[in-house]
Every structure is written in structure tokens, then in C-alpha cells.
């Protein structure tokens, strides 16, 4: 049983652009949520976080939304740029662990 | 350079061997994690320490796989009698403590089982 799932296995999407990367849950008891970005070869690195009582968080040209009714939060990147390209990972905070989703890879296209 | 760091980055073993990775934390963290990433998946949860305790173990941690953390700085997992299952990449990852959800991740070491 997954219970957090990024449906979407890749998105490209042209420099300059946004993207929306988008992840849902299951467990209504997680309390905390993150983005991960990670490049090939190397671990994920924290991109952007936010708890289960804010509904928006930003940090630069990151966004994260979430919306606690649907079980679903998304991340923003604005303008996006060649660098973003990556695989991103959204993960829900779980008493003592991190359940991660089974990521999604954005490339960024000059 | 004060981040994670975990070694050796590759290993290739045959199927039976025993491999044993290290974990050296972030110096300030307390809490020190396991986990595995196989293709196409996210990172999954292995096992967690605070300090030299080994709080929690997922259930993929089969009987083959133990985790140690003695001084309660760097770690150690050792998977016995490999099988071609457990080639994987292993990620370790260190935070502060309780309250704080935020892992930063070493490199992780590539093993590949023949």
C-alpha cells in the first residue's frame, strides 16, 4: 500500500516556464511534508517543507500548496530552469520516518 | 566538508557475501537513518537511531540485514549471505532529533549483487 503516490513518472517542461509537480496521500495523520530533489549518482537533498497547518509555503522559486481536504500537495517552481532538471521526490512525515513517493523527473528544456 | 558521507560509494559483491557499508552523520545530528532506494522507487525506510539506541525497524529489514551505531556517531549496516534482491542503493541520512523532519542524505553506496 503506498500512501503517498506522484502519479506522474516525468514532465518536461520549457525554460523559463512553471512546473507543477504533484503528490498525494493517504494517511491523514501525517503532520509534515517535503520536497526532495535529487541528480543522478548523488542523495536527495531537502528542497522545501511544510506543516499539516500552513496551506501554502514559498521560498524563492518554490511554492508548495497543500490542500489537506484532497490529501494533495503540489510544488511550484517559477521560472523554471535548466538546473531544476532532476527527479523530485515528495515525502509525508510519519512519526519517526519519512515515507517518500516514488518520484517524478522534470527536465527543464532550454 | 560537514555533510553526510557514506562509503564506499559502489560495491559489487557475489551472491552469499557479506558487505558492510558506513555512515558517518552530520556531526551535530542525533538521530542517524537507513534506507533503500532500488529503481524507479522512492527511498524506503530501513531502520533509525537515536544516539546508540536502534529505535525502529521496518519489516524490509530481514534477519540478514543489522544496523549498529556504538558511540552513537558513525553507523554501520552489514547484510549477510547477500542475494541478488538486495542490490540496491543505501542511503543513510542524519537530523537533529525529534521535531525536527528534515534528513539530509549522504551520497548512499550503489550495491550491486551478482
Known amino acids: 500500500d503506498q500512501q503517498v503516490k506522484q502519479n506522474s513518472p516525468s514532465l518536461s517542461v520549457q525554460e523559463g516556464r512553471i512546473s507543477i509537480l504533484n503528490c498525494d496521500y493517504t494517511?491523514?495523520?501525517?503532520?509534515?511534508f517535503l520536497w526532495y530533489k535529487k541528480y543522478p549518482a548523488e542523495g536527495p537533498t531537502f528542497l522545501i517543507s511544510i506543516s499539516s497547518i500552513k496551506d501554502k509555503n514559498e521560498d524563492g522559486r518554490f511554492t508548495v500548496f497543500l490542500n489537506k481536504s484532497a490529501k494533495h500537495l503540489s510544488l511550484h517552481i517559477v521560472p523554471s530552469q535548466p538546473g531544476d532538471s532532476a527527479v523530485y521526490f515528495c515525502a509525508a512525515s510519519a512519526l519517526s520516518e519519512l515515507i517518500f513517493g516514488q518520484g517524478t523527473e522534470l527536465s527543464v528544456k532550454p | 566538508d560537514t555533510g553526510v558521507s557514506q562509503d564506499p560509494r559502489h560495491k559489487i559483491t557475489k551472491r552469499g557475501q557479506n558487505v558492510t557499508f558506513r555512515c558517518d552523520p552530520i556531526s551535530e545530528h542525533n538521530r542517524l537513518y537507513w534506507y533503500r532506494q532500488t529503481l524507479g522507487q522512492g527511498p524506503e525506510f530501513l531502520t533509525y537511531f537515536q544516539n546508540e539506541a536502534q529505535l525502529e525497524k521496518s519489516r524490509l529489514l530481514s534477519d540478514r540485514f543489522s544496523a549498529e551505531r556504538p558511540k552513537g556517531s558513525f553507523s554501520t549496516l552489514e547484510i549477510q549471505r547477500t542475494e541478488q534482491g538486495d542490490s540496491a542503493m543505501y542511503l543513510c541520512a542524519s537530523s537533529f532529533g525529534e521535531g525536527d523532519e528534515k534528513l539530509f542524505f549522504g551520497s548512499g553506496t550503489q550495491l550491486s549483487v551478482l
Open positions: 494517511n491523514s495523520m501525517f503532520d509534515y
